[in-house]
């Protein structure tokens, strides 16, 4: 990536590096283009993502997640809704963004057959950059809402939800004496 006014070692980060590398971001993420997401990225890059059961470390396991997502959301799309958020204490900065999909492929892990269910949900990215990259990539996002959405978790305050929290109370009871 060419950068205009690259400054994302440890000196503070140019806003204006920091608004083109967002752009660039979210298009290489709407693309559903690996290359374009893994090009943004250090080799050694360290990514934790909730919606994935482990830290990533290096582009091959980036790219695994990659696929794994689009094929069970290949419509997935991401929208800017605050940010960058840039840190002052180093090359750091986050955003805020809303995701909106529909559940087409398994979720393998862990195994969950498509339901064709639309999902909106938002989350947060944190970046760490080095050399004009993502060292560093944090997404939190809440797993517990997208498994409302997709109907793997009963919604607040239905009789589903109401059945589990008795089975759990009883289990509870059962494993105390």
Known sequence: MESRGEQTSAQKLDPAWVDEFAELWGNAWNAH???????????DIVYDDSAWPKTMRGKADVR???DHGWRAFPDL???????PHIAGDGPRAAYWWKA?????????PPGIPATGKQIEFDGVDIHDYRDGKIAKLRIIVNMNDIATQLGILPGPGSTAEKIMVGMHKLRSRHTRS
């Open 33 to 43: 283009d690996p290359a374009q997401v893994l090009e943004l990225l250090t080799d």
């Open 64 to 66: 695994e997640f990659l």
């Open 77 to 83: 799309t991401f929208e800017l809704i605050a940010g």
């Open 100 to 108: 909106t999909a529909t559940h087409q492929g398994p979720i393998d």
